[in-house]
């Protein structure tokens, strides 16, 4: 807590002596310091301007960010007063180590000659030094074989650098396309290539100690379930004591994916069983938690196709469900890198096939399930396949893959916010890092990340461990606009000089101890971060617990859906043995029908030859009749014609009888 009541200036220029500033000598400028460098920048700022006043001096050149970093501090304090400086001063110095004013002043905490004139060395955190160091080099280095301090996962003392760990224990046979996952500060990688052949061994490095033990697999009683050696897969940590080890290239691949998890507490392999239509088997696709789902895009099949479909595994209920997207989707593919952002937005990076690799970027908006391929801010990363991935927040950092002609050196970020890209660092020559296939998990310690590689292949089967702490300045540099944060010098220049702190461009928001500045009515007003941070903290408060009523509700509905969806399953059911029942009897009803239309059709014949007869017997009637009628008048002719005859002289019938 500060305290109050003080004599400012007395105690302003008792701190300022303390701290160092305008008393030490520049002997003293190497030593270690124990103030972040915000702090430290803040402080010094907050020192010329009470002994200077406000910041008159131009902005130092580009090629000098230290510089650079120094004026903007001190010039974002704009027209403050000395006093108000004073007090801010010692505030921060007591915030930062409460007993200094009992210490004697001869006890140095600052390793920096702060004034205006003078470079300032920005200090680092944690730092444990061992008697023994490895480096990794690096490009753009005056030095390149700069020693690095490496002791546990927290104690690493450059940012933005990759350095390589002293680990113990027997090591892991060099591999590629493995997959890697963190649980509980262990890191467990499972499978890969090496030398051709696949793996199916699962090894844990210790991230405390940097010690490697393989895991002594046990087997399952209830589920002999034998683990088949694989390359391509992904691994996925689930319910904090599980492993689940999705897809992925093998000697008797199956017809479609599987799926198997690993009980850490048991030491057990079992076969989870799945509903609904599973994908094709494949190797070299994403997997991509997103709440309680797994998102699949692409990959590659058994037949070497490469493939651009989506699945998404739900893990609670266990059910795939193919998706059906709009918009251009990626281009068939396998081997990228897949992120989610806001735990809505899909976003892949990169991949290849066997001749082309890709260097696009595409999102998937998961709720629309549009995809998209929005505009690119920076510098993009040149093309590249077998890289790796993994988020700190809103920054994706991609680390390696290869171009089909060498390994990619540099080491990029993606701010997915602004979707502006930087280079972290760039390695130099052919190492680990600049391998295919190696693979990329995030850890923590003492609140800060840390960044560990594993493995590759570049021309020859590795099975190294490296580890790069970000800085604020790389998970941080685009927050504020879609413009690269480099625009101060060249990403080879910001990529020097051992600690990439030392190069951040200072700016007042972007750590928790720095003091948010605003000005009202011209007048400066002081709003503590701590403070700010509180209110801050309460409104996450209360909307997480808001959140987290809503998901409480959303697990209900889900959970009544789920029952009226089994009720209508069975219902469904029955529907569907009487639909059965139905067809039977009306395919038994179509065949009468058809012997009916037979019948109809030899009726209909007949009544045509009964309808031929009757005519036929009509014109018969109509002939008899015409011959009696003419026979009749024969015999009239006959009997009338005596008379007639007599006179004509022709003899009567009886006459002519006789004659004959």
């Avoid at 998990?441 to 490296?466: A, P, Q, R, T």
Wanted: aromatic share 8%; with cysteine.
């Amino acid at each position: 807590m500060a305290r109050s009541g003080l004599a400012y200036p007395d105690r302003f220029f008792a701190a300022a002596t303390y701290v160092g500033f305008g008393t030490h000598s520049s002997s003293n400028s190497n030593s270690n310091s124990k103030f972040s460098n915000d702090v430290a920048l803040l402080l010094y700022a907050l020192y010329q301007q009470a002994t200077v006043g406000p910041c008159t001096v131009p902005k130092p050149r580009a090629w000098s960010p230290v510089e650079q970093s120094k004026w903007t501090s001190w010039h974002g304090l704009g027209n403050m007063a000395s006093i108000e400086a004073m007090r801010l001063f010692v505030k921060i110095l007591e915030e930062e180590h409460p007993g200094w004013y009992s210490r004697p002043s001869s006890d140095p905490l600052v390793d920096v000659q702060m004034n205006h004139n003078s470079k300032v060395e920005l200090p680092t955190n944690n730092e444990i030094t061992l008697p023994e160091t490895k480096t990794i080099p690096t490009e753009n280095e005056n030095s390149v074989d700069k020693d690095v301090m490496v002791d546990g996962i927290g104690s690493v003392s450059v940012y933005d650098q990759w350095v390589a760990p002293l680990v113990s224990g027997s090591k892991p046979k060099p591999r590629y396309e493995h997959a890697a996952a963190v649980v509980d500060d262990k890191m467990y990688v499972f499978g890969g290539n090496h030398n051709g052949r696949y793996l199916n061994d699962l090894q844990t490095l210790y991230l405390r100690n940097w010690t490697w033990s393989k895991v002594e697999v046990k087997a399952n009683s209830e589920d002999p379930v034998r683990v088949t050696p694989c390359a391509g897969h992904s691994l996925i940590p689930w319910e904090g004591n599980k492993l689940i080890s999705i897809a992925g290239h093998s000697k008797d691949a199956s017809e479609v994916v599987n799926v198997k998890a690993f009980d850490l507490q048991t030491n057990t392999w079992s076969t989870m069983k799945t509903n609904g239509k599973p994908p094709v088997s494949r190797g070299g696709q994403s997997v991509t938690p997103v709440g309680s789902n797994l998102v699949i895009f692409g990959g590659q099949d058994g037949n070497r196709t490469f493939l651009n479909d989506l699945h998404i595994l739900d893990l609670e209920t266990m059910t795939w469900d193919e998706i059906d997207t709009i918009g251009v989707s990626p281009s068939p593919r396998s081997d990228h890198a897949a992120a989610v952002h806001a735990e809505r937005f899909l976003l892949i990076f990169g991949g290849g096939t066997h001749a082309t690799c890709f260097n696009d970027l595409h999102v998937l908006d998961l709720k629309t399930m549009e995809w998209s391929r929005p505009s690119q801010q920076g510098e993009i990363p040149s093309p590249r396949a077998g890289h790796a991935g993994v988020t700190v927040g809103e920054s994706w950092f991609i680390v390696g893959g290869g171009d089909n002609k060498s390994g990619v050196s540099e080491t990029v970020v993606l701010n997915m916010s602004t979707l502006s890209w930087s280079v972290v660092t760039t390695v130099q020559g052919r190492v680990p890092l600049a391998s295919e296939g190696l693979s990329l998990v995030l850890s923590s310690y003492n609140g800060e990340d840390i960044l560990v590689s594993f493995g590759g292949y570049n021309g020859k089967y590795n099975n190294d461990v490296n580890l790069l702490k970000p800085s604020h300045k790389s998970t941080f540099q685009a927050t504020k606009s879609a413009t690269p944060a480099h625009n101060s010098g060249s990403g080879a220049q910001n990529a020097t000089n051992g600690s990439r702190d030392a190069d951040v461009e200072f700016d007042l928001g972007q750590d928790a101890k720095v003091r948010e500045i605003s000005m009202d009515n011209n007048e400066p007003q002081i709003i503590e971060i701590n403070e700010v941070s509180e209110r801050s903290i309460a409104v996450l408060k209360a909307e997480k617990e808001e959140l987290e009523s809503a998901l409480n509700n959303e697990k209900l509905q889900s959970l009544q859906l789920k029952q009226e969806l089994k009720e209508a399953e069975s219902k469904n059911a029955d529907l569907y043995k009487e639909l059965q029942s139905v067809r039977g009897q009306l395919a038994a009803e179509q065949s009468r029908c058809f012997k009916l239309e037979v019948d109809v059709a030899e009726l209909r014949q007949k009544l045509q030859a009964m309808d031929t007869l009757q005519k036929e017997v009509e014109i018969l009637q109509r002939q008899k009749a015409a011959s009696e009628e003419a026979f009749t008048k024969q015999k009239q002719k006959q009997s009338s014609g005596g008379v007639w005859g007599w006179l004509a002289g022709s003899p009567p019938p009886a006459q002519r009888l006789n004659d004959v």
